[in-house]
């Protein structure tokens, strides 16, 4: 009787929305880039948030402190990424794949830190984050901010809409591009490369160049996952890009197929249709006293529910190990 | 016997390939020990492809490798032997830049290569293969296969997003792996992961993909090892066949039977020195070095001092 007093048709049209919401897409942007990293060239890259603030930050200073128009606000953004690609991969792409995923995740943090930091405060506003650079994009929004968009009763409103339709514009550009990259003799060579570079090597391929190019693509992906959520939340808050968000995009590729194009999308709607709709549960069975206030409360819910998540996780692994879109065969092959 | 003399025998020995015999009653006396100790540091060849100049590397207290003088002819098969961390191996990884020496130079075509990066070597021409193959397991066998070609148009970055640029070539790309990977009995796995093929079947496409890129030299690690008695012969087949097609061939190998076989001359290696080299039946028959290096039993065999 409790069970039916839960509005599950609110639960069901919130787990829609944030699963085509523009942080599903944001996260399968990320994931895309990580999934070029992984994936495809076989890089552990442990700082993918970095790559996104690097991309926000880019994007925003152009405006705020230069003034650019949009065009050349995302270029830089991209710029910023390029470079922290390099940055990251020049010294470490000559050595052990170790010392990359090492070198990141510090990185990604140090990103992060100097962002927030009172030194570079006049430029990056520090914890308060950057504002003030939503003006020339917002110009660019052919929705009405005032009306609301969307199928039935899944509705956002005009800037909002404007975010994620560009958000999943650039997902799908990302991933054609990337489709014909890894059909082609370079995406060959980036995928002999993951099985075993020496071989790559012995046969001619510069391992080396390749691996940094598939570094700053995938970089560059990631920071265009933080401009999309610049221009949707009109705000960059460092501590929207601390380590966990890293293993978040983990979390999407790992459930959608390393190494597989779709995956990144279909694992970052499963993963965000997931944690809301175990909000939305939780926080309903709390409500309605089918969980006793003694063992949780509303406010412990966003917790548990990344809990749930991690055991959903555990499970794939356990009885879908390559994923959901990843390839039995190629698993096995591991094995061998 | 000079030097010269010798590789004057050594020609002799490349035109009449094919009308070998092995001369079985050869014994070791004192004329042929002298003649080992003149030849263990380097003939002269009259056309080499490689040439080792006080080459060495150490890792530690231990010398790997520290090679006086070695050349490499071109056009024949030379066999690499020695007992286990004789430096082979080593000396390999230094011929194709998979490790940087602590002196001396290789020359590939009277140049000197010792700045050259081991890609760039690879597409000089001087192609490996592995003791452990590497055969790229998620990728299918044909794909193995194509990744061996020179200079492909598709591989730049910009260039693999516009086809048209790169369909052609792949085309003929495609339809000469095809062709190797029928000479290679691989033709039906083409579309399979490498990942499904035996050990043998590996070792078999890591060579035919090493012929991809046409390669000058083609410096084969344990060729044989792990690989059943009837592929054996059939690789092999297709060494033998390499030097007919203007390729110079150096393997290692710890199978004698397999050296003797194939082998045009024969280097010794022991603690990173070569200690003799010499036409393969020669050093077959030459009981100091067999014995000592690579365990009685060895050589090649001669029937009547196997008798009881």
Redesign the interface.
Known sequence: MALAAIDWGFILIQTVETSLGLEAAVYALAAVGLNVHFGYAGLLNFGQVGFVAMGAYGMGLSVTLWSLNPFLALLVGMGFATVFALILGVPTLRLRGDYLAIVTIAAAEIVRLLARSTTLGEITRGAEGLHGFIGPFRELNPFDPGAEYGIGPVQFPGNQFFAIVVGWAVTAVALVVIWQLMRSPWGRVVKAIREDEDAARALGKNAYWYKLQALILGGVIGGLAGMVQALGKATIQPDSFVPAYTFFFWTVLILGGVGRIWSPVVGAMIFWAMLTFFQGTLTAMVNEGLIPTALMDTSQVSQIRFMLVGVGLALLMVFRPQGIFGSREEMILDVR | MSGSNLASRLWDRIRRRDDFEPDLGWVLDDSRRKWMAEHTSGVTKPDPALVIKNLRRTFGGLTAVDVDHLEIQRGVITALIGPNGAGKTTLFNLL?G?DRPDSGSVLFDGRDIERM????R??KGL????QLT?A????SVL??M???A?G??????A???V?PL?RVQ?RAIEKRAMELLERFSLAHMASE?A??LSGGQRKLLEMA??L??RPAVVMLDEPVAGVNPALTQSLLEHVRELPIEGMTVIFVEHDMDVVWDISDWVVVMAEGRVIAEGLAEDIGKNRAVIDAYLGSGQGIENPEEEAP
Request: charged share 30%; hydrophobic share 35%.
């Open positions: 194709t998979f990066r081991s890609h760039v690879a597409r192609v490996r293969t592995f590497k790229l397991t998620k990728l794909e193995n194509k990744l061996g020179k492909q148009v598709g591989e730049g970055f260039r693999s997003l086809p790169w792949e992961y990942g499904t993909r090493a991809m890129s």
